[in-house]
């Protein structure tokens, strides 16, 4: 073959194995491709503060990339701590802030937990990975669905999805152990405290433009609040 030849089928074949691997070509057995840089992101996790272990072991096992939809994967580097687009203008959280909110709840394993803002699914895996019962809401049908396949994919069949509007909750599943909201609205939602138990705990982020993590607890009916980290995160919209 002439050297022109070798060149051009060189070009081809480091396009095809470019496609390939940030997330595997389709068809191909889904590994551990991305082992190395998982493992950096939870060690990452860890030395900024959030060292509980159940935690950094459910986010060592839950592959993220395969939570990001395929045609998105390509865009961000899946276990970078960093949110990524899912599409449909929403993101996968920052790995370091789905910890961190998942430590400041501290759901336990055989609890109810309510996430509102399923999106890429990912979430609802890590709580679902800690043995937590997880019902999670998505108002928009695209994600819902990806989220069910992924979930689905990756063995997490039994996380509850519902496609509606989480400013309403999930009344017939309520009281829950604790809620977790992953988009930020401009207050509380008045139903999602209603549908906590009594001593249970939500974390959500409220504000539009400097948005304030809450985390509120339930005690003898009365609600006691206080405010914690800056974040940024999607808003909340209504039906
Ligand atoms: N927890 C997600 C991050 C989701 S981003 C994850 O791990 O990937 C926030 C999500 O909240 C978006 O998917 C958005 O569509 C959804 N959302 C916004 N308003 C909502 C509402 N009223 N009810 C339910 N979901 C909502």
């Not at 081809?12 to 997330?23: E, K």
């Not at 159940?54 to 395929?70: G, T, Y």
């Not at 929403?90 to 802030?97: N, Y």
């Not at 990912?122 to 019962?133: F, N, S, T, W």
Request: glycine letters at 10%.
């Amino acid at each position: 073959m002439k050297p022109k030849g070798v060149i051009n089928w060189f070009v081809i074949l480091a396009i095809l194995v470019g496609f390939c691997l940030p997330g595997g070509c389709e068809g191909e057995p889904r590994g551990d491709e991305y082992r190395v840089e998982q493992t950096a992101m939870v060690r990452l996790i860890e030395l900024y503060g959030v060292t509980e272990k159940r935690i950094l072991q459910a986010m060592n096992k839950v592959r993220r990339h395969l939570f990001i939809p395929a045609s998105y994967r390509w865009r961000c580097e899946p276990y970078g701590d960093h949110p990524c687009p899912i599409g449909y203008g929403q993101t996968i959280s920052q790995p370091f802030i789905v910890a961190y909110m998942t430590w400041k709840l501290n759901p336990q394993k055989g609890e109810k937990v309510l996430e509102i803002g399923t999106g890429s699914g990912y979430q609802a895996a890590v709580l679902a990975e800690m043995g937590v019962d997880v019902y999670s809401i998505e108002i928009v049908k695209g994600l819902f669905e990806h989220a069910q396949a992924a979930l689905a994919a990756e063995g997490y069949e039994t996380v509850h999805l519902l496609r509606g509007d989480g400013y309403k909750g999930w009344p017939e599943y309520a009281p829950f152990d604790a809620v977790m909201v992953t988009c930020a609205p401009d207050s509380v939602p008045p139903k999602l405290v209603e549908q906590l138990k009594e001593g249970g705990r939500m974390i959500l982020p409220v504000g539009s433009w400097n948005q304030r993590l809450v985390i509120l607890r339930k005690k003898k009916g009365k609600i006691v609040q206080e405010e914690d980290l800056p974040v940024r995160f999607v808003p909340m919209v209504h039906e």
